[in-house]
């Protein structure tokens, strides 16, 4: 296990797959006056009286096909429809892919929005795009990094840490799966970054690394250390100096030994602790699913953003075998992850978002695969009083492009911190000074309020 | 409706209810000092004023025995010809008729004189979209990036950004919209005029009243045809006066702005001003340029920006109890850095720190020059060689032995390794963009070039004129890394110029004075460098000089001339790779950018802090913070030929380098004037190479020999969880801000509870299993930690600590050994050069 702050990830390295998809929409029309108003109020404040929500981002890193996920298109020709079927769910007249069976079963739990679209067809500027609600000024290449504004879960640290609502000794803002290509917090500090945790919580010796005492160190030997530690290091603080390192260096260590020492965090951490059944049930072996139930933990514990980040889903090639492999593991985890929220009644407060920088292009290429596609793409969003069983939003025949109730990516941002009780018109201003809005335009998707 | 209309009032509250010009948050001082003046100075000393009702303010300044007072709002003012002029108790000129006259100064007991011109009194002329109407509507905010200026426009009326494209204005003003947007027929019926004064909901709010001098400037423009004149002398520059001050606390300065036209006229705009401090806390300045100083000591930078065009003052604000020169006189000098930095905190009353000790300098400067950890036998040898030169073990330092130490250090092949690391950073040696063979080509090339000391004149010519194979040759691969002119522009300008352009590719930037001209105009240098594939195919890279090939401004389509920046066209003879005269220019001796940008840059890895911070960041509005310093370090740099060794050594020389990092009474809060040495957290290569060889446990790296150093490695992208931890530029961009500098609480983490780091204390063969095992006694063994660890001796008082943890109880003499190492490892002395 590694914990670290943020490395990239590859792509354009092809695998994948993923399909499925829906039907009847919510919404879609005109806004009534009472409509309107209730959205200007929702900038001003968030919603009182309500537990603000915490997130999981589920982050497919690659660019995942709707038609094989949650837009399938059973009536398109060959050529766009692909190899797979659509199946019903348990919503009326709601499909999704046949290879997501378990979701289907839940569908009454989620919300699938089928038209957030976007320009950016390439993996790091719709990955910047979509993890901080903000388009990259300019264009970027295929396999940049790239940081021009920080990423929502950044903010959203920012949000607990200063208005003094996180709970003592826990990180704020975590990434699984290794850092997001752009899920940095770039001008509000590293304070406010991820807490970026490698390593494979399915595996029996799962540790997030190095908050657990390393052999032949208890708690008793740590604190003689810390203690001889404070004897000697001697090294004059500027005590009128905020920004001097050695003060850095005793507040990080004092929140490192929290870490260590937090009974919270390190029970949240300590996946071994879950009940097996539960374990089984996110699938023991199932990788990813076992990061959805230490996402679980972690915000059941109070950590108000969790990211997972899962790369490989940029299917140019061998799009329906890769598919095949990959999505019954999307399948089990995703399911029982909403199935378990909903359980513990952590569903009401938690936000989980399934979504990738893009989706794929109708026609199926030689590969046989699909390229970049900004203009279409599905999300999936559960919880935090998001209505289950519906779909927002609709792609065109061919799924395009929207057809019905276009959204953006900045639409989705103020829904995201409008759930969290963030507010999402703060402005702030950079390095250069530049003004900067935490998401500049779009509202709330008002049919998840 | 009634409804509806809530969010609207909301956001009319929300907006600036007037276009005033901000008011300064400092207090005017109720008294001014009284002080003896020597003499009386007035600025301009020729008052000019041309046409109906100009106006132009004076500068009044006393000066005294030991600098200046402003006087301009305490002196008497008398015109003898009051029917040419007349001027308000602030020292605003007003023209009345054409004539001369004499202008007369008094202010306690001292006199000065200036004359009044005033031409073209009856004039009439109509108002100018440049000179008047443009002010107005910057004044107003309204070509802000917020407003009317962001991308795209607001409410589907745009403006460039502070006014940078006069026609695009014009043209949005009077002709788009249908022309709504002004009639000419009534005036006030136009759109501009109804947004502004809010007749009409503006989201925008307010920006100025019905019947105010804006409101009748706009309409008197809008009826005289809303025309501009592009035969109209353009604005060059402005000028604020005085440029630089020393202002004692809670007092006042007036500052005047003057513009500048290509036809050589001025004129006095300080009333149109936008100012703004970035330091309000020390000073502030009000919209009529009036400057207040607070309370508290230190430096600001005002900035002036008048129609896009920016200038800036720059004031310090020494104690209000002032050290007495003799408090400076007795410093210790080294060479001439010393007598610049000394002469900036004499002026600012700040005392340097004591010399550091001679241990605290062997390992800051071990580290600084060549990234490398003192060994405990090297800490006892220097330390014993500095008590033979001073006779004594005292902590006063012993300079012959600190000046071999640093030929000494100059002249290992760790020098060669750490700087041709932290080169590789800037020059994109990333196996991702380049495949390995050829970041290995570039890695060895940089290294060859560090150990042979290549003057960094030809260094950067290497570079920037680099042809051949990227497998086999180093350099080309920076233009395999960045095959695009643009970006090669903008990187060669950064790297080797400390410019950074990026934001005028796209639009003129906001706070500089970069122009899309400029940019493609200096992006056009590449525009002939091509590539192709060598042998094998598709992997090594052929990098060559084409012979065509020619870059276009994105907005006019025209051909861009390659130019230099800020400067004309450059000289290139028939058929000459372009690239050969930009090296030429960049490294002739009078090139006013290259040898300040890397003279700031290895001064600010030295010290802590650029002259210039960013050190990549040169421009107006982020002005040096020691001007006289910059250009000494450069021009000595010149003199002696580019030389980086050279340089180290004169930095390392001087008393300013070798200063306490340990703050003393009156200079904790210097972060800028290097009263003392800062702090600064070792780069996570030297930190993870100082771990190594501390512990005696060396990190491996794979696919690199076995007793590879991380600062040896080529591979930057080798995944090693500690690099990752204490971050390592991803090498995607030249910009030194790739490398993270700060802590986090994942390395507190890893350093103070890794399995890794427990390997390294518990480990067999280790530092520690050879002391636990050794007959060395308790005092030797701790000795021997920390001469490892922290180049230094301990003190009684840590003996007695560190000893006292080998005696606790179950724990055995290796754990207490294993726990003092780990403190020292924890400690920031240890993760921290200071």
């Known amino acids: ?449 | 409706m009634r409804i509806l209309l809530v969010p609207v009032v909301i956001s009319v509250l929300a907006a600036p209810v007037s276009a005033a010009p901000r008011a300064a948050v400092l207090k005017r001082p109720a008294t001014l000092p009284a002080a003896v003046l020597r003499s009386l100075e007035v600025v301009p000393a020729s008052v000019k004023l041309e046409g109906p009702g100009a106006i132009h303010r004076v500068i009044v300044t006393g000066i005294t025995p030991t600098g200046a007072i402003d006087g301009t709002r305490k002196a008497t003012y008398r015109i003898d010809n009051p029917k040419v002029a007349r001027i308000s108790a602030d020292g605003v000129v007003t023209a009345l008729a054409d004539g001369d006259a004499l202008l007369e100064v008094r202010l306690d007991g001292k006199s000065a004189r200036a004359r009044v011109q005033v031409r073209n009194s009856r004039a009439v002329r109509p108002v100018s979209f440049l000179r008047e109407v443009m002010p107005v509507l910057g004044r107003g905010g309204c070509n802000q990036a917020t407003c009317h200026a962001k991308q795209g426009g607001k409410a589907g009326f745009q403006l460039s950004v502070l006014a940078f494209d006069p026609d695009a204005d014009h043209a949005a003003l009077a002709l788009q919209a249908g022309g709504r947007r002004v009639d000419r027929v009534t005036p006030e019926n136009s759109l501009l005029l109804r947004k502004a004064t809010m007749a009409i909901p503006h989201g925008g709010g307010i920006r100025f009243k019905p019947g105010a001098a804006e409101h009748r400037l706009l309409a008197r423009w809008v009826a005289e045809g809303a025309r501009f004149d592009p035969a109209e002398a353009a604005l060059e520059k402005v000028e604020v006066t005085p440029a630089e001050r020393v202002v004692g606390p809670s007092q006042e300065q007036q500052l005047l702005v003057t513009a500048v036209y290509a036809d050589g006229s001025r004129r006095d705009v300080t009333a149109l001003t936008d100012f703004k401090s970035d330091e309000t806390a020390v000073a502030d300045v009000d919209g009529s340029g009036l400057m207040m100083t607070g309370t508290l000591s230190g430096e600001a930078a005002v900035m002036a920006r008048f129609m896009g065009k920016i200038a800036v003052a720059r004031v310090s604000v020494p104690p209000a109890k002032r050290l007495s020169p003799d408090a400076f006189a007795h410093l210790p000098r080294q060479n001439f850095i010393d007598d610049l930095v000394h002469r900036k905190l004499q002026q600012v009353s700040v005392l340097p720190s004591e010399p550091c000790d001679d241990a605290t300098y062997l390992r800051r400067v071990s580290i600084d020059l060549i990234g490398t950890l003192p060994t405990a036998e090297e800490a006892r040898a220097f330390l014993e060689e500095c008590d033979t030169e001073r006779g004594d073990s005292s902590t006063i330092p012993a300079p012959k032995a600190r000046q071999r130490l640093v030929e000494a250090l100059l002249s290992r092949s760790e020098y060669a390794d750490y700087w041709a690391t932290r080169w590789s950073n800037l020059l994109l040696v990333n196996r991702d963009l380049l495949l390995p063979r050829g970041a290995y080509a570039f890695d060895r090339w940089l290294r060859d070039a560090f150990q042979s000391n290549l003057p960094f004149d030809q260094f950067a010519r290497d570079v920037v004129t680099a042809t051949g194979e990227t497998y086999r040759d180093g350099p080309p691969n920076f233009f395999r890394a960045l095959p695009k002119p643009e970006d090669l522009g903008k990187s060669v300008s950064q790297l080797f110029l400390g410019v950074r352009m990026e934001c005028a590719q796209c639009h003129h930037h906001p706070f500089e004075r970069w122009s899309q001209e400029d940019f493609y105009g200096f992006a056009a240098i590449f525009a002939r460098v091509k590539q192709k594939s060598g042998y094998p195919e598709g992997y090594t890279s052929i990098i060559y000089n084409g012979f065509d090939g020619e870059l276009k401004h994105p907005k006019t389509e025209k051909t861009m001339p390659p130019t230099a920046l800020g400067g004309g066209e450059l000289s290139i003879t028939e058929g000459e790779d372009r690239r050969e005269a930009l090296a030429r220019w960049l490294t002739a001796p009078e090139n006013p950018f290259f040898a300040r940008a890397i003279v700031n840059r290895v001064w600010g890895l030295m010290m802590g802090r650029g002259i210039v911070e960013p050190v990549d960041d040169f421009r107006v509005t982020n002005p040096a913070t020691n001007e006289p310093l910059l250009d000494a370090l450069a021009k000595d740099f010149v003199e002696h030929r580019y030389d980086l060794k050279h340089l180290l050594k004169t930095i390392a020389a001087s008393a300013a380098y070798q200063r306490s990092s340990a703050a003393r009474a009156g200079n904790a809060r210097d972060t800028r004037n290097y009263a003392r040495y800062f702090k600064k957290r070792m780069p996570a290569e030297v930190l993870l190479d100082a771990i190594g060889q501390v512990t005696g446990v060396p990190e491996n790296f794979r696919g690199h020999p076995e007793g590879t150093r991380a600062i040896q490695m080529w591979d930057s992208r080798l995944d090693v969880d500690f690099l990752e931890t204490f971050g390592r530029p991803v090498r995607q961009s030249v910009c030194e801000c790739e490398r993270p500098t700060e802590g986090s609480v994942p390395q507190m983490l890893h350093l103070m509870n890794s399995f890794t780091m427990q390997e390294r204390l518990t480990r067999d063969p280790s530092l520690v299993s050879s002391l636990a095992k050794s007959t060395k006694s308790e005092d030797e063994i701790v000795q021997e930690l920390y001469l490892s660890a922290l180049s230094r001796y301990p003190t009684a008082e840590e003996l007695g600590v560190a000893k006292a943890a080998f005696t606790r109880e179950k724990v055995t003499r290796k754990q207490g050994v294993e726990d003092v190492l780990w403190a020292l490892l924890n400690s920031a002395e240890f993760i921290l050069n200071h």
């Open chain 1, 1 to 449: 296990m590694k914990i670290e702050w943020g490395t990239d990830q590859e792509n354009c390295a092809g695998v994948s797959r993923r399909n499925f998809l829906k039907v009847g929409t919510l919404a879609g029309m005109g806004l009534t006056l009472p409509e309107l108003v209730r959205l200007r109020q929702a900038h001003a404040a968030a919603p009182t009286g309500k537990k603000p929500a915490n997130v999981i981002f589920l982050f497919l890193d690659g660019g995942p096909s709707h038609f094989e996920t949650f837009d399938p298109k059973p009536d398109a020709p060959a050529e766009i429809r692909g190899e797979f079927k659509a199946i019903e769910t348990n919503v009326s007249g709601i499909r999704i892919s046949e290879h997501l069976p378990k979701t289907a079963k839940v569908m009454d739990h989620f919300c699938i929005l089928r038209s957030v679209s976007h320009n950016d067809s390439n993996h790091s500027a719709g990955n910047h795009f979509m993890t901080t609600g903000h388009p990259t000024p300019i264009p970027v290449g295929c396999g940049s990094t790239v940081s021009y504004h920080p990423a929502m879960g950044a903010f959203a640290a920012y949000d607990r840490q200063t208005t003094g609502k996180l709970e003592r000794g826990l990180p704020p803002y975590v990434n699984l799966g290794g850092g997001m290509r752009s899920g940095g917090p770039n001008f509000l500090g590293p304070a406010y970054g991820p807490l970026v945790v490698g390593g494979y919580p399915a595996s029996d010796n799962f540790r997030v690394q190095d908050v657990s005492l390393p052999p032949g160190v208890d708690q008793a030997r740590l604190d003689a250390r810390k203690g001889l530690l404070s004897q000697l290091d001697r090294l004059q603080r500027d005590a009128d100096n905020v920004r001097d390192p050695a003060r850095a260096i005793d507040s990080y260590g004092a929140k490192a030994y929290e870490l260590i020492t937090s009974p919270a965090a390190k029970a949240a951490f300590d996946i071994g602790k879950e009940d097996p059944k539960t374990r089984e049930m996110y699938g023991r072996k199932n990788h990813f699913g076992q990061q959805c139930l230490l996402a679980r933990r972690l915000v059941e514990a109070g950590v108000p953003w969790v990211s997972i980040n899962w790369g490989g889903w940029d299917h140019h090639f061998n799009l329906f075998n890769d598919m095949k492999r990959m999505l019954p593991t999307l399948d089990e985890a995703y399911s029982a992850l909403l199935r378990d929220l909903k359980d513990r009644g952590l569903l009401e407060n938690t936000l989980v978002v399934l979504l990738g920088e893009m989706g794929r292009t109708p026609k199926i290429n030689a590969g046989p695969g699909r390229d970049h596609w900004g203009p279409g793409m599905s999300i999936a969003i559960a919880g935090a009083g998001v209505p289950g069983g519906t779909v927002v939003g609709a792609t065109d025949k061919d799924g395009g492009y929207p057809s019905e109730r276009p959204l953006t990516p900045q639409d989705l941002a103020c829904t995201l911190f409008h759930k969290m009780g963030v507010d999402y018109r703060k402005e702030f201003h950079n390095e250069l000074g530049r003004p900067l809005q935490m998401v500049n335009g779009g509202d709330p998707i008002r049919e998840l309020l």
